[in-house]
């Protein structure tokens, strides 16, 4: 049969049309499901089993394993799951994205072709597009993608060339080299499935092909290499992503390649095994013994990619472990720049996920901001015979840091603004960019005193003591109350308002801005300098300045209390 230009065309675009379908199917179902993923997440703990078997009812659902592991290694980036409890989840993925197999065997090639009904079932969920209710609009969606991609299996499946008898002999040829020949098929799935960017597209452009004459232990040799390509993809989310999000996308490549491997050394039994068995069970013929049998050919091949996913859970899920102390190795903690750990483009489209991402982030924030206190306190204990200057290039240093991390936090909250939210994320939004501003001013102000103070002691000017304990006074009791702000973000504790209040109304004691008696005494002593006097009314007007931050921090949180949002 001649196979030309136009028809390579038709069949790329017979496959755009199928994954088209996908997509929308699976972003459909995962926007009815969205708001509950949280929940589903939630039951995950360091029991592999639930994890195993999450991540087989998330793929089931969505019919998309990428979709799965790349939410996966958002969640670990993010910090909502452990590396540990992403690996059982992949697992689970992996068994859950054999299901596309048996849809497609069982309602794409079988008699009964869904194909048939796609137009009635478009024309059931259109009008659902333009319902007032929104998860009509999402079922809409669901049930228009679920056509589309029934009628682009439809198109693929006529778009993939017959084989010839003369073709089906070269075929056969390729694979009388045996364990070579496995190899080879193997190879070609990886490299569709990197090309297609979906295992799902890979998988039924596979099933066509097997329907259309490919004989089926190639086809399952291509849905071996299918596995392995299928990894690229979680491992192009993890580049942006941080330690634990690359550690988990490599897991999900160890566990693939080991399946794989295992598989290649009992591969001939194996398929010939899963054919005998269906056969004698009743269920379809063989297809080593008519090969013209496509119901067969199609079905065994669905039954052999879930038995090897299967097995091979069932054999790693005993070295979770081990596979976990592997990544680590694979990818070691770098001492890095200040880099966001838990923000990702990825984990936006689940909005509730990202709220707890950029806790997660403030987390950090907060620290940094501690810091630049711990700083000051050191700065202002400093003589002029002190080396100063370290500390204030800490402090500019961690000034930077801070004005970066409000940049990051403020553009993520600000995308996700922009998504379908409820009323109580969004106000959750408002409030994490008013703190990430009055973080921000409060690095700027802590800097600023630090380079005042620092010009006074590089001027030679004795800081008296009453002066420099008015100054600690300030700084300790400030740094008191941020802690409190602090232990108020950790994911699983709830606000405690009265400690809130309790911490708004000590910044409220005009007392902590006073100055000791001893300065007074200086002052009226003429003991101080007139440049060190007003340097020191800069210094307690900003340091005021920096208690009003806090205060607005601690009256945001009071009166729109966090909530424990822990995983475990």
């Known amino acids: 049969m001649q ?3 136009l028809d390579l065309l038709t069949l790329i675009g017979a496959l755009g049309f199928f994954i088209f379908g996908m997509k929308v199917m699976s972003e459909g179902i995962q926007k009815i499901a969205g708001n509950r993923l949280r929940q589903i997440l939630s039951s995950i703990t360091n029991n592999r089993f639930t994890g195993v078997l999450t991540g087989l009812g998330i793929t089931s659902l969505i019919q998309s394993s990428s979709a799965t592991t790349v939410m996966i290694v958002s969640f670990v980036n993010a910090g909502l799951l452990s590396l540990r409890q992403s690996i059982g989840v992949i697992m689970g993925a992996n068994i859950g994205t054999t299901m596309t197999a048996w849809l497609i065997a069982l309602l794409g090639f079988s008699k009964f072709s869904i194909t048939s009904y796609s137009l009635p079932i478009i024309a059931i969920a259109f009008p659902l597009l333009f319902a007032r209710n929104q998860q009509y609009r999402y079922l809409s969606e669901f049930m228009i993608g679920f056509a589309l991609l029934f009628m682009g299996l439809g198109a693929l499946k006529d778009s993939v060339p017959e084989l010839t008898v003369e073709q089906l002999q070269d075929l056969k040829t390729l694979a009388e080299y045996g364990f070579a020949s496995t190899v080879l098929f193997v190879a070609i799935g990886t490299v569709l499935t990197v090309v297609v960017q979906s295992s799902s597209a890979a998988m039924a452009l596979t099933l066509a092909m097997c329907a259309n004459g490919l004989p089926v232990e190639l086809g399952a040799a291509i849905v071996l290499g299918e596995n392995i390509g299928t990894t690229i993809t979680a491992n192009l989310a993890a580049i942006i992503g941080n330690s634990n999000a690359k550690r988990s996308a ?5 566990f693939n390649i080991f399946g794989v491997i295992w598989m290649l050394l009992l591969f001939n039994w194996f398929v010939h ?5 269906a056969e004698s069970l009743g269920w379809w013929g063989n297809p080593f013994v008519n090969p013209d049998d496509q119901e067969a050919t199609t079905r065994t091949l669905a039954l052999f990619h879930t038995t090897f996913n299967i097995i091979n859970t069932s054999l790693l899920f005993w070295f979770v ?3 976990e102390r592997a990544v680590k190795k694979m990818v070691p903690d770098k001492k890095e720049k200040l880099s966001l750990k838990y923000l990702s483009s990825q984990v936006l489209d689940t909005p509730e996920m990202a709220i707890v991402a950029a806790r997660n982030e403030i987390i ?6 501690r810091k630049a206190f711990d700083n000051l306190d050191e700065l202002t204990k400093k003589s002029k015979e002190d080396n100063f200057n370290k500390v204030l290039k800490k402090i500019d240093k961690q000034e930077s840091e801070i004005n970066r991390y409000h ?3 403020t553009k993520f909250l600000v995308k996700l603004n922009q998504k379908p939210l409820n009323k109580d994320l969004a106000k959750r939004i408002q409030q994490f960019i008013s703190i990430s501003n009055n973080l921000e001013n409060i690095g700027d102000l802590i800097n600023t005193l630090a380079i005042s103070y620092g010009k006074s002691l590089s001027e030679g000017i004795t800081i008296p003591k009453g002066m420099s304990d008015s100054i600690s006074k300030f700084v300790s009791t400030t740094k008191s109350q941020l ?3 602090y232990e108020q973000f950790k994911l699983d504790v709830e606000s405690d308002i009265d400690e809130l209040w309790k911490a708004h109304d000590i910044l409220r004691e005009e007392e902590i801005f006073n100055l000791e008696p001893e300065a007074y005494q200086d002052i009226e002593n003429n003991n101080i300098p007139m440049e060190m006097g007003i340097e020191l009314a800069k210094f307690m007007m900003w340091a005021e300045q920096i208690s009003f931050k806090v205060m607005n ?6 009166a729109n209390p966090l909530k424990p949002e822990s995983l475990d």
């Open 3 to 5: 196979f030309g230009f």
């Open 250 to 254: 490599r897991a999900h490549f160890i």
């Open 273 to 277: 095994g899963i054919a005998g068995i």
């Open 321 to 323: 472990p081990l596979i």
């Open 364 to 369: 950090r924030f907060l620290e940094v901001c």
């Open 407 to 409: 940049k990051e936090i």
């Open 483 to 485: 802690k409190t702000v």
């Open 553 to 558: 921090i601690l009256k945001s949180l009071a």
